[in-house]
Nanobody, 124 residues
Framework: QVQLAESGGGLVQAGDSLSLSCAASGPTFGRSAMGWFRQAPGKEREFVAAISWSGGSTVYADSVKGQFTISRDNAKKRVYLQMNSLKPEDTAVYYC?????????????????WGQGTQVTVSS
């Protein structure tokens, strides 16, 4: 069992940066691939970024490639999402997710545990 709690969301202006953090609990975190997803009002939850258990492999949605960076610290049981040059279209609730596999995936159904989400609002 893995429990996840996101933090770091807030209201920023276009062009600003924001760093999200996800704190995990449970004995299997170090063997879990992790992902970040987001959901805007009226839209489906979409993949943002994912990282393998070791941190050696990452994958990004095309819409955030070069703009966002995912990382993890297994000793601290944390996953991070650094978001730069934010745009109004990045406004959404951001969710951290963990899966019962060491390999990252981009699908919502590929993840087994979810956090409650943190709101990110980017004003123009």
């Amino acid at each position: 069992q893995v429990q996840l709690a996101e933090s770091g969301g807030g209201l920023v202006q276009a062009g600003d940066s924001l760093s999200l953090s996800c704190a995990a609990s449970g004995p299997t975190f170090g063997r879990s691939a992790m992902g970040w997803f987001r959901q805007a009002p009226g839209k489906e939850r979409e993949f943002v970024a994912a990282i393998s258990w070791s941190g050696g492999s990452t994958v990004y949605a095309d819409s955030v490639k070069g703009q966002f960076t995912i990382s993890r610290d297994n000793a601290k049981k944390r996953v991070y999402l650094q978001m730069n040059s934010l745009k109004p279209e990045d406004t959404a609730v951001y969710y951290c997710a963990a899966r019962k596999s060491t390999f990252a995936t981009t699908t919502v159904t590929g993840y087994d545990y979810w956090g409650q989400g943190t709101q990110v609002t980017v004003s123009s």
